[in-house]
C-alpha cells in the first residue's frame, strides 16, 4: 500500500476491515504461486503466512483447507476462495467449542475483534472453554 499522500478508499476498507485485511495478506502471499493445484503444492513452495505481523505455519491450516477448494486457477479464484475461508476460520475461532492454543493465531483472532489494527485491547480477550489450556494463567506473566 502507498505511504504517501491520502489512502484510497481499497486501503481504508482493508485498514479498518480484519477479515478484508487478513484476506488480502493471505491473498498476496499466495498470488505468486497461481495457479495452484493442491494444498501440498502450497505447503511445498512457502512454509508460513505473515498475518498482520503474525507469523503461522501453512501446516497449521491443513485440517481446515479441504481438497475441494482446488485448483485456484486465477487471483479472482483465489480471493474468492480466501475471502470464505477467512470469514469461516473466523467464525470456527470464535466459536465456544474451539480453542486456539497457536499464540500468533490467538493474536490474530483477537485483532478481529476490534477496530484498530496494530493496537491491543486495555481488556484481554479468553478464546477457550472453562479449563481449556487458554485459560490457565502462565506462569511469570501474561
Do not use: W, Y
Request: aromatic share 4%; hydrophobic share 40%.
Amino acid at each position: 500500500m502507498k505511504k504517501d499522500g491520502p489512502k484510497t478508499l481499497e486501503q481504508l476498507v482493508i485498514e479498518h476491515n480484519a477479515q478484508a485485511r487478513i484476506a488480502c495478506d493471505v491473498a498476496r502471499q499466495l498470488e505468486k504461486l497461481l495457479p495452484i493445484s493442491s494444498r501440498e503444492e502450497v505447503e511445498k513452495q512457502i512454509s508460513e503466512l505473515v498475518i498482520d505481523n503474525n507469523r503461522l505455519p501453512v501446516k497449521m491450516f491443513a485440517a481446515f483447507v479441504g481438497d475441494d477448494l482446488f485448483p485456484i486457477k486465477d487471483l479472482e479464484d483465489l480471493v474468492h476462495k480466501v475471502s470464505r475461508g477467512v470469514r469461516d476460520a473466523i467464525g470456527i475461532g470464535r466459536s465456544p467449542g474451539f480453542s486456539v492454543t497457536h499464540p500468533s493465531a490467538r493474536a490474530l483472532l483477537a485483532s478481529t475483534l476490534h477496530d484498530e489494527p496494530g493496537t491491543r485491547l486495555a481488556t484481554p480477550i479468553v478464546f477457550g472453554g472453562v479449563g481449556s489450556p487458554m485459560n490457565q494463567t502462565r506462569k511469570g506473566g501474561a
